[in-house]
């Protein structure tokens, strides 16, 4: 069987048998395409018949290569009071991300003469309380600030505990994917989701009044 090799990275060359040496591909034979990542793990392969100039890998398929290397980060999330003191019940709790994490990242996978670019943006934050409710939220929140007045600061990202106990809270980047390629074609690619689970306690707190 003769193998295609270097389609990552543009360049070509056949093995005719194990341990043969490179030749040009011949045009009408045979040839298995086979696409490596950095890794060196196969991310597609290909019986073709060579033809000279025809692109043995269309753009979806290259598109695909590049939607599994998306590098997408996991959320670093945050909350006020801090998640390493306890929540008050009935008492609102803020959520937010990094701000640096709210940015779009991109993929490139590509062959000789073709290309196709996967970029993934993040579309909203889903944040799962471990109460029973999920609050989507439309950005990566707005950070609390100790240092100005509560009547100062809004959040439109937050919850409030009706019950005391551990609460696992979850904090999911929903990523909206679409691609294009050099030919000029285009499409969308499956939502991705990013998580990161940690827990909560609330409690129960009475105002005792002297006097």
């Not at 193998?3 to 056949?14: A, P, S």
């Not at 062959?111 to 799962?128: I, K, N, Q, R």
Request: charged share 20%.
């Amino acid at each position: 069987m003769r193998h295609v090799r270097g389609l990552r990275d543009g360049r070509f060359g056949i093995t005719l048998g194990v341990g043969a040496p490179a030749t040009d591909p011949v045009e009408g034979l045979p040839y298995l395409v086979v696409c490596k990542n950095v890794d060196g793990v196969v991310v597609y392969q290909e019986l073709i018949t060579y033809q000279p100039g025809a692109t043995v890998v269309d753009a979806a398929t290259l598109a695909r290569q590049a939607y599994r290397e998306l590098p997408l980060v996991y959320p670093q999330p945050y909350t006020a009071p801090p998640a390493n003191v306890s929540q008050l019940v009935g008492v609102r709790t803020w959520f937010w991300i990094d701000a640096s994490q709210w940015q779009g990242r991109s993929a490139t996978a590509a062959v000789p003469g073709l290309s196709a670019t996967v970029a993934a943006e993040p579309a909203a934050v889903l944040w799962s309380t471990g109460d029973g409710s999920t609050i989507t939220c439309d950005g990566p929140g707005t950070p609390y600030d100790p240092g100005r007045p509560d009547r100062e600061q809004h959040s439109d990202c937050s919850h409030v505990f009706e019950h005391d106990g551990e609460h696992d809270i979850r904090a999911t980047i929903v990523w909206r994917v679409h691609w294009t390629a050099s030919d000029g074609s285009a499409g969308a690619l499956p939502d991705v989701d990013r998580a990161t689970e940690f827990p909560l306690q609330a409690e129960q707190r009475q105002a005792v009044i002297n006097g």
